[in-house]
């Protein structure tokens, strides 16, 4: 993977969001609550905003929510995509044990569902390691991407 300078300022500018700058209450902004049936699971995912989609994945036992007080800022300039991980919030588990790679699966195929090919990614926890296999399995769909605490 070559790193670029547009990376490097998308890095940082995603990284002064989430841990500098103040954070805004997301009461206000326009959302889409939407579902889609992925690979025999229905999938719960909100969007909000406009402009390259960027997905958000929150980490282990956490929700789409948790991403509420940073989604109004970043919906200014992205197209955000925040699902709620197989097995969590209002998403649909498989039985049997979490197996992240299935799971970047899952997340990759509602991608395409809702129309986006490639796109940029931050992952909390267990979404980073999620973030981690769906870049190991389709590494082109992947702009940039930002791993936090995997």
């Known amino acids: 993977m070559v790193v670029t300078r547009q990376f490097f300022c998308f890095l940082l500018a995603l990284l002064t969001v989430l841990f500098i700058a103040t954070p805004i209450s997301a009461q206000d902004l326009s959302t889409a609550d939407g579902s889609a049936e992925v690979n025999g699971l229905d999938i719960y995912y909100r969007t909000a905003g406009s402009g390259p989609p960027l997905l958000m ?60 090919s490639r796109f940029h990614a931050i992952g909390y926890s267990a979404g980073g390691i999620t973030l981690f296999h769906m870049a190991t399995i389709d590494p082109d769909r992947i702009d940039a991407m930002v791993i936090v605490s995997a």
Do not use: C, K
């Not at 197209?79 to 039985?95: M, N």
């Open 57 to 116: 994945m929150h980490g282990f036992t956490g929700a789409a929510n948790w991403w509420d007080l940073h989604l109004e800022r970043l919906a200014e300039h992205y197209t955000v995509i925040v699902p709620d991980l197989p097995g969590h919030g209002r998403s649909e588990g498989r039985s049997g044990p979490f197996r992240f790679d299935l799971v970047a699966q899952d997340l990759l195929t509602l991608m395409s569902e809702i129309g986006f």
